[in-house]
């Protein structure tokens, strides 16, 4: 059976105006960048597509990429001025616009981050309508993700037993997989992988304290005032 | 636990001897794993955010930065002129409150979109005023609109890029004609009477807002189209019934939309948005922005 709609789906998100696709999906774009960048950001160089770029001003869209930056959910009223808490939080931020590219979908967000500790992220992701978000792009690899539920994004040498161990890991502190994706390019392997319930901190750094893993990070579900979580 | 098809929520009705209400709270309960509670919390949260964005609107200063809207709920709500008593009258200015909200960057609850965010919470803040409905009853009329929401996503599509405005304000008039159709005591059959009617008065809404902002037309649409939800639920409790089966309106809303031109599906391209004074007002509403920036 497919996955059948949330009424909360029709009746909600409660967000902040005046577009669930070009406001409330743009923040959620940036609030995922901040979780896998997983530390305060200095620095965040953002580029809009499409649709995007051509109506951003009108939409909050630039706003709300800084709002989620700063980590505030697509109902969080400091989206309004985001721009002016990111400069007092010490957030450098600059824009660039791309109008017409085919590669992207209409409403495409990339976002790189810079954390107060040196390391950084880029992500890209397309706002789907209604608030939903696809994540597209992590460090140049292709994924594909909604960030509905609890996600944990691995980078690892691409060798045998890579995907077995951290498999392994998870479920060795009960978790579900619900699903899992894998993807290739040199010798690395980037995996997507979606559980059930939040992933804890001990998994976390077990799969951390694998030589051959690059890069671990979680993603929890999106919270806003519509869905069952409460903030 | 699916449900395709209006009818065949009122069939799970019939069977199971439950109002829409109560088969909408069963169908997210099973296929989302939460309880009872959980359901009605998440509706009273969205009941609490419709309530305060029409406060807001009727209430404090709503200037878009675009200034297309000038607080014009209050207005409207102050004016001496009264074409059909004073429930009318407020009915359009809480619509319009909660579209100038919107476009404000305020807090709304998208049902189903933010474009149409107006028309839910006026009429169910109008039938708390000029019926006494209780918030406990708006909650279960939020059901039954979720519904008829339900089966239009399905079936057609709340998209302005796919189904225009008749997919927005269109879906939402539909919704609300519901929820009052239900709460001044219609059966199943009635509500769905009142969809159609709804649905057959958007059918075909072309979707061209003006500098692609969700100002002009939206917001007075977002009004009008409350006054379409109580015109057919109106109809509907009377006993007058739509010839065409609110099932298959919803599908010709399908077929309307996908013969409808892009241009006039969001794209700031066509309608109003291509009339003379819609590209001055977008010439003038950029370059300001433009300039507010540098």
Redesign the interface.
């Known amino acids: 059976?497919s996955e059948?709609?949330?009424?909360?789906?029709?009746?909600?998100?409660?967000?902040?105006?005046?577009?669930?696709s070009h406001?409330?999906g743009a923040s959620r774009i940036g609030y995922i960048a901040r979780q896998l960048l997983n530390d305060k950001p200095a620095r965040a160089v953002i580029t809009l597509y499409n649709s995007f770029a051509?109506?951003h001003?009108?939409?909050?869209t630039d706003?709300a990429v800084v709002g989620g930056i700063l980590g505030f959910g697509p109902?969080d009223?400091r989206?309004?001025q985001s721009f002016e808490l990111a400069r007092d939080e010490g957030l450098q931020w600059e824009f660039k616009f791309v109008g017409d590219s085919a590669r992207f979908h209409s409403n495409t967000a990339r976002v790189r981050l810079t954390g107060v500790g040196g390391g950084s992220v880029e992500v890209a992701g397309a706002s789907l309508?209604?608030?939903r978000i696809k994540i597209q792009e992590i460090e140049g690899f292709r994924v594909d993700f909604t960030a509905t539920t609890h996600t944990l994004v691995v980078i690892a040498d691409d060798i045998p037993g890579s995907i077995r161990n951290i498999s392994g890991a998870i479920a060795d502190r009960g978790s579900n997989i619900a699903n899992m994706y894998v993807s290739r390019s040199e010798k690395l392997a980037n995996m997507v992988i979606e559980v059930d319930q939040s992933i804890d901190k001990e998994t976390l750094k077990k799969i951390e304290s694998f030589p051959w893993v690059k890069f671990v990070r979680r993603v929890e579900p999106m919270i806003d005032?519509?869905?069952?979580y409460e903030k | 636990m699916e449900f395709d098809y209006l009818s065949d929520i009122v069939a799970y009705c019939k069977r199971e001897d439950k109002d829409m209400a109560q088969a909408m709270v069963d169908y997210e309960m099973r296929n989302k794993g939460l309880t009872r509670e959980q359901v009605y919390d998440g509706l009273k949260r969205i009941l609490l955010v419709m309530e305060e964005s029409v406060d807001q609107g009727m209430t404090q200063q709503v200037i878009t930065p675009s200034g297309m809207l000038n607080n014009w709920a209050k207005t409207i709500a102050a004016s001496t002129v009264e074409t059909l008593g004073s429930a009318l009258k407020m009915a359009t200015a809480r619509a319009i409150a909660v579209g100038e909200v919107n476009a404000c960057m305020g807090k709304i609850a998208a049902a189903p979109t933010a474009g149409s965010a107006g028309i839910l919470p006026a009429v169910l803040v109008t039938m708390m005023e000029e019926h006494g409905t209780t918030r406990e009853r708006l909650l279960d009329a939020l059901l039954v609109t979720s519904a008829v929401g339900l089966v239009f996503a399905k079936n057609s599509s709340f998209a302005g890029s796919e189904a225009g405005c008749m997919g927005e304000t269109g879906s939402a008039a539909a919704m609300g004609a519901a929820a009052i159709t239900y709460l001044l005591g219609g059966t199943a059959e009635q509500i769905l009477e009142a969809v159609g009617f709804a649905l057959k008065a958007s059918m075909g809404l072309v979707c061209d807002p003006v500098g692609g902002l969700v100002e002009e037309p939206c917001t007075t649409r977002n009004a009008v189209g409350v006054a379409n939800a109580f015109v057919s639920a109106q109809m509907a409790l009377a006993g007058i019934k739509s010839l065409i089966p609110a099932d298959e309106v919803i599908a010709a809303t399908k077929e309307v939309g996908d013969l409808m031109s892009p241009r006039l599906k969001e794209s700031g391209q066509g309608g109003l948005a291509n009339t003379k004074t819609g590209r001055e007002i977008q010439k003038r509403v950029f370059e300001s922005v433009r300039a507010k920036n540098r």
């Open positions: 059976m059948q709609p949330s009424i909360f789906d029709i009746l909600g998100p409660i967000m902040i105006g005046p577009s669930s406001t409330a051509k109506t001003k009108g939409h909050g706003r109902d009223p989206i309004r309508g209604g608030g005032g519509s869905s069952r």
